[in-house]
């Protein structure tokens, strides 16, 4: 079946320095992916669609310039989050729909931040 | 827009019970449901989803959920609780292309 791969599961990063986000579509191409976010003991949150080839489109109240987000070709998009804080230690997943298909969405497995 | 409603935020079963999580979603057209688990510190794992068809839906690991349209609803279901299934258990709804909102999420505790 298709698989969404997110890399990496796990990150610790310093205060100050950005880390890398990457969702790759292993076995199908997806113009529109999307990135959520999950605060602690809470649900996980839409941030942003990130549309193959253009801007991605942010959710009222997640800052563009601080997580950005490249989808430069149909089965790849990253996340970076800049000048990283503490406080944007979080569980990122992504998630993706083969391009040309209705209702079949698939997520990464998730990757966990931990800013120190 | 679209929501998701899980009343119920912990559950606390013992093992060999049944189990039932209740969700309400609200959706313009025919919606997509899906259930997923999270273990502490882990990802997601997608237990079942519902797209079309058979109401009852039947997912990994015993569980099932019913689509019942006229409700709103598509709670999931375990006959036997084992003390494994210890998790957060999220619902959610999409739809195509569509982002897919999620549930605040229900936490099952399995007493022995």
Redesign the interface.
Known sequence: GAVVSQHP?RVICKSGTSVKIECRSLDFQAT?M?W?RQFPK?????MA?SNEGSKATYEQGVEKDKFLINHASLTLSTLTVTSAHPEDSS?Y?C?A?PSGT????Y????S?LTVV | AQSVTQPDIHITVSEGASLELRCNYSYGATPYLFWYVQSPGQGLQLLLKYFSGDTLVQGIKGFEAEFKRSQSSFNLRKPSVHWSDAAEYFCAVGGGYQKVTFGIGTKLQVIP
Not at chain 1, 42 to 46: A, F, G, K
């Open positions: 599961s529109t999307f959520y809470q649900s996980l949150m839409l669609t569980f997943i998630s729909s209705s209702g079949t969405i997520f990464g497995e998730g966990w």
